[in-house]
């Protein structure tokens, strides 16, 4: 179950300008391969406004099936806005509005007969700041399956809880704890317990924003441990602000400015030879 968390769009939205003549470099479609030939997810000309104020200007975008696909660029470039695009997380926000084609397997999943709560379970969110409910351990991951009928008795719902605790890495540190708060736990330890408890909805697709960015470096590197395993189950975009981290974690690296989509490339050749000026610009640190 992923919790309605309201985000602050005006970030995003306001900080653009101050990139506009950092780099007056032309922006003329995505270069590289932004399609792939087995979309888990799909957008096609994806325009994001709130109220007035435009933050995504057509994004054309798939993103494979069980592959991990970093999103990257300098702060208020549209990344994060792109991400809640994917499971209508905007929807909480009053004034944005999502234009454009969006799928997930092929279904349009801004269509008049999808129920976003059960997007949400197909396509689960992990946040930047770890936000364990205020409940026990075993409640936190207990939570969307109750919610969503995935058990039938608390038999079921003992090995799906501990199932999903053992995916996230988190098992053998709680096991006899699993009464005790969530909130009582590590920075560490309570991000894997966000991500035990999106996945215990038995989701098809992960979305992180920024998910090691308040941790310390040994917490990050169990989280990237962590994202490797669930690979072979699961589709994942990640929102990072750690080129280094991208570079570690993803098969393809796509590249966000000023609301754009610019270039989209397996990560080694963003890293090492990008097709874009921009793309060059940021990863050597000209900017951002």
Do not use: W
Not at 9 to 18: Q, S
């Amino acid at each position: 179950m992923n919790d309605v968390i309201n985000p602050k769009p005006d970030i995003e939205a306001n900080t653009m300008d101050k990139h506009r003549s950092e780099f007056d470099v032309e922006i003329n479609g995505t270069v590289g391969k932004p399609f792939v030939d087995n979309a888990k997810m799909s957008s096609r000309n994806c325009d994001v406004f709130y109220g007035d104020k435009q933050a995504i200007f057509g994004i054309d975008l798939d993103i494979g099936n069980n592959e991990i696909i970093a999103l990257i660029g300098p702060s208020g470039c549209g990344k994060s806005t792109y991400l809640r695009v994917l499971n209508r997380m905007n929807d909480t926000i009053q004034i944005c509005r999502v234009t454009g084609e969006h799928t997930l397997d092929g279904e349009d999943i801004y269509g008049k007969k999808t129920d976003p709560v059960l997007l949400r379970a197909r396509v689960g969110m992990v946040f930047q700041k770890p936000n364990p409910f205020p409940k026990s351990i075993y409640d936190n991951v207990a939570y969307g399956a109750r919610l969503h009928g995935l058990a039938s008795n608390r038999a079921e719902l003992d090995d799906l809880v501990e199932a999903s605790l053992i995916k996230a890495g988190l098992f053998k540190e709680v096991k006899d704890d699993l009464l005790k708060p969530g909130t009582g736990l590590s920075g560490g330890q309570q991000q894997r317990l966000c991500i035990a408890r999106a996945i215990a909805v038995d989701p098809e697709v992960i979305l992180m924003d920024e998910p090691t960015s308040a941790l310390d470096p040994i917490a990050t590197a169990i989280i990237e441990e962590l994202m490797d395993e669930l690979k072979s189950n699961y589709t994942i975009a990640i929102v990072t602000h750690s080129m280094q981290q991208a570079a570690r974690v993803s098969q393809r690296t796509a590249y966000f400015h000023m609301g754009k989509l610019v270039e989209v490339n397996d990560t080694d050749k963003v890293f090492t030879n990008p097709e874009h000026k921009l793309t060059e610009n940021y990863i050597t640190g000209r900017f951002g």
